[in-house]
């Protein structure tokens, strides 16, 4: 967007030099007409080189830059230089309008109308010279009052608000994509701040009853009641066991949620995220552990769309053919850069591996997608390491 915006006012700035050489030149040679040609080339090129400023955020160093004072000097010198009577043509006035116009991008809020509203004063007194100069009064297509003049004036004042227009809207868009990206971060906060709240409360019910337990079975052994001892630590034995199988439940599929809950719940992310998302599951004979292991992997695929990408549309599919594998498919636009070293697809791939299934990554454009399959009649190669 930036560099679209770039090329505009570039053209805009050529445009504008056009017009004015050809709108302004009668062909009539003189000293003036050969000042007015060398001030506008000079306009031109500081013109040229003014456009990247515009693009940068406002800061008043923006305004004093030097090429932004030298490009305001030379073309309102060049239209005084056409109002000196004989009025030379109004022609003349389109760098002025244009440097008008970048200045007012650099100004902060209503400055900006206060800008144009004197750039356009100063053509505008372009008209009075146009009318005191009765040598040129019935002379040519650019005699005041005429329809040519008026397509012209009008020309003009639009010539000084497209520069601000072209900027506005460039800001409109970085803007958007600033808060698209919070949105993003937010939802992945959000996320986090889910699994830490799953966490903390398995966890903490678990520890608050081994503490409980640990302290009962210690007045026990005191008491000399070695049987009721030895039940309280059996009992913390299996309270332990429980709290490990429900952190291993956590850490691997989030209690062991279904693969439609994980499904619509990473749909509604990234919705949430402004990206807009389909989510299709067909499969209603899944086995619960592969269930499992597909919800991790569309955990995974959402946090990276939302972390390594720019995406508007996203998709997500679970089928299965009559007799293929289960094969999940995750695709969306706007991908960024590939990145090396990360650890969600290996981690993805380790469990896929492990029932006998595969994990196919392709990239076409900025399309990413994301293939997961697991046989139809998966078997455990290996058991996983403990938590």
């Given at each position: 967007m930036r560099g679209s915006t770039a090329a505009t006012l570039w053209v805009l700035v050529?445009?504008?030099?056009y017009l004015q050489i050809v709108l302004g030149v009668d062909g009539?040679?003189?000293?003036?007409?050969?000042v007015l040609?060398?001030?506008t080339s000079a306009s031109v090129i500081l013109a040229l080189v003014v456009v990247p400023l515009l693009l940068r955020p406002l800061t008043g160093a923006s305004v004093r830059n030097p090429m932004v004072v030298a490009l305001l000097a030379v073309s309102g010198v060049t239209w005084g230089l056409a109002v000196i009577p004989p009025f030379a043509g109004w022609g003349w006035g389109f760098l002025f309008a244009l440097a008008g116009g970048m200045l007012s991008c650099l100004v902060p809020r209503w400055w900006s109308a206060v800008v144009l509203s004197a750039v356009l004063f100063v053509l505008a007194l372009g008209g009075l010279s146009a009318a005191a100069s009765s040598s040129r009064s019935v002379e040519g297509p650019?005699?005041?009052g005429d329809g040519f003049t008026l397509v012209l004036v009008g020309t003009l004042a639009l010539t000084t608000v497209l520069p601000l227009s072209s900027v506005w809207v460039l800001r409109v868009v970085l803007r958007l994509e600033?808060?698209?990206q919070t949105a993003s971060d937010l939802a992945v906060a959000t996320e986090r701040l889910r699994f830490a709240t799953d966490l903390h409360d398995i966890q903490g019910h678990h520890l608050q009853v081994i503490a409980l337990k640990a302290e009962l079975a210690e007045r026990r052994l005191r008491s000399d009641h070695p049987a009721l001892?030895?039940?309280e630590l059996a009992d913390i034995r299996s309270i332990a066991k429980a709290a490990l199988d429900d952190t291993r439940a956590v850490v691997n599929d989030y209690r062991t949620v279904t693969v439609a809950v994980e499904a619509r719940n990473a749909a509604a992310v990234l919705r949430?995220?402004?990206?807009d998302c389909e989510a299709r599951i067909e499969v209603p004979g899944l086995p619960a552990e592969v269930g499992a292991v597909m919800a991790v992997a569309i955990?995974?695929?959402t946090t990276n769309i939302l972390r390594h990408s720019r995406a508007t549309q996203a998709s997500l599919d679970l089928a299965q053919s009559e007799v293929g594998p289960y094969e999940l498919t995750v695709s969306n636009n706007g991908a960024g850069a590939l990145r090396s070293g990360g650890t969600g697809l290996v981690g993805i791939t380790e469990r896929v591996t492990v029932w006998g299934g595969t994990v196919e990554t392709r990239r076409r454009g900025d399309v990413f997608t994301l293939v997961v399959r697991i046989p139809t009649d998966p078997k455990r190669q290996g058991s996983e390491d403990g938590a």
């Open positions: 050529l445009i504008g030099a009539t040679p003189g000293l003036r007409t050969t040609l060398v001030a650019t005699a005041p600033e808060a698209r001892a030895e039940q949430s995220a402004g990206i955990r995974e695929a």
